[in-house]
Each structure stands twice: as C-alpha cells, then as structure tokens.
C-alpha cells in the first residue's frame, strides 16, 4: 500500500472545475515532485490532501486513513507549509517554535531540545534569538519548515517552498530535504521551477487543468520528451562499422552521431542492449562507454502540457 493514495479527486469553485478526476500515489521515503503550470491546482490539491479543503468527489488516504474522515489523526501524520508566511510581529525565532511545539503539547525542556535540533537542521542556530520579521524570505521559509516538523511527521507537503528564494537558498533548502529524506520523510513538494525538482525529486507528477497527466520516476518522467530511452556509446577508436550493427539491431530507432561515438534512441530492455554490446566487441570495437543519456525534465514537461492542449 503507497503511503498517499489520491483517488479521483473532484473540486469545484463555483463553475470552476479545478480538480477533474485527480489520481496519484506517492509511496514511503519518495521525493514526489508536484509539477504543473500557474492555476493547474496544486494548493488546491494539496489542501484537500491536509484536510483544509474539502473536495466534491474522490479520496485522499494518508497510511491507509481517510482524510475527510479521520482528520484528528492525519493532523499528526502531516507537515504542511502552506505558499504564503503569515507575518508575525514581534515575535523571536524560538518564540514562535515554542508556540508551535506547545499546540501540540511539548514544553520545557523537551520543548527546547527539540527547538534547537531543528533550528540546527533547517541552518539558523545562529538566528535563535532574532525577529522572524526581520529573517530573509529564504530563511523564513526554512523557519516554516521547522514549524512542520515539530510533531515529527511522516509525510511532509511542501507548497512551492522553494519561490521566491535566491539561487544560494534554493541550494540550502534542498541540501535540508535531501537530509530529510535521509531521516525517513515522505515529501511532496510543488514546484513550476523544473530543473530544481528534477536533481532533488525521486519521483514527479505532471498536474495540467486539474488532471494528471503523467507520473512516475524520473527517468520514465524525462523519457516522455522523446519516446524512448536514449543511450551514449563510445569507442576508444573510430569504429565505421558500428552505424550498420545499430541500423540492423531492431531495438535501435534513431541514431545520432557524436564526438568519439554515437546516441542511440533504444526501444529495448537490458538484455537487447547486452546483445548489442556484444555484437559491437564481436565485430572489433573497442567500447569505452555505455551510459543512458538523462533527457530534461523541462523538455518533457512542455511536450505532456503542450500536448494536451493541442
Ligand atoms: N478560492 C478560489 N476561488 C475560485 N477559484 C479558485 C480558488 N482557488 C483556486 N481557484 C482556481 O482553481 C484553479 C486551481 O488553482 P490552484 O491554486 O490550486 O492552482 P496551482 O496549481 O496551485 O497554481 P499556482 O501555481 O498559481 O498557485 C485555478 O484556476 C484557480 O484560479
């Protein structure tokens, strides 16, 4: 069973339909990366996923609870950082994770180890005893996203927390997630910002018009902007003969020629790629490179959103 199993979700706004039948699942330890064009109903997704939204149709079931139904319990199943930060004036840094830890009942000393790990883990030790007005936009993010993890969630959800930030705290706050992930944390993570999700995510989905329209990992995600997989290979010498192994092999169905070799487009699995291998040594060639080329994960984004709106 995944972790979150969303399930033909439906929402209206007035007239508006901005959920159509919205299905996904993300399962334990992934990175899902939540992609999609401005209006294409990522909050709206992920309010209804946190139970502050309620939907006209479809289930959202967070380890196997129901969330319309159970919502005292899923409470403390989530984190959730919302994409707009509240002000809070005259409030200090640990004041304001005080206030948080105590909704839900640590204080004293607990309270205050707990504070200090996270302040450690999200970079702003330093800043314990400063105004959060007075923190970077990047720094308050990251204040945030202590706050979601006071309750030690298992899963968090993350609303575009990486915009607006500069290019050094984009790098921070990744370096944090990854460290999350490394302690055990689910995260879904919205983002139009493509090439920031793809070196951080372990799985996308593609939301367009309130549908998804394509899911899996990376890999399969960046295959989408060209069909099939393409892959490197490399000689230690020029090896002519190899253009005619590759329009031989069926698996084969595009070749590229490159510096010192070759880009196959490859419609096969491991063991078609072995044999071409081989066949490439039988004849001679002095093979030093085999390697899977990465497509972008914006190239594909643009080919599934342009594709259905063609
Ligand atoms: N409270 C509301 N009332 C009316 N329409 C709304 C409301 N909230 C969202 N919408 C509409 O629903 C659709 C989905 O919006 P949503 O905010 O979920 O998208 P999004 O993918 O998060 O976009 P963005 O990246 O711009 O935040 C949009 O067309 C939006 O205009």
Redesign the pocket.
Known sequence: MALVEVEGLVKF??K?K?LDNLSFAVDSRQIFGFV?P???????TMKIMCGLLKADGGTVKIDGIDVAKKINKIKFLIGYMP?FFGVYDNLKVNEYLEFFALAYGIRGTKAQKLIDDLLELVRLTDKKYDFVDSLSRGMKQRLCLARCLIHNPLLLILDEPASGMDPQSRIEMKEILKNLKDMGKTIIISS?ILPELSELCTHVGIINNGRMVAQGDINQITMLAHGTKRIKIRFVDSFDEAYMVFKEFPAVCDIQVIEGGYILGFDGDDNDLFLLIKSLIDKGAKVCEVSIVEGSLEEAFMKVVQGIEN
């Open positions: 706004y007035g508006k901005a999609g401005n209006g294409a109903g990522k909050t709206t994409d139009h």
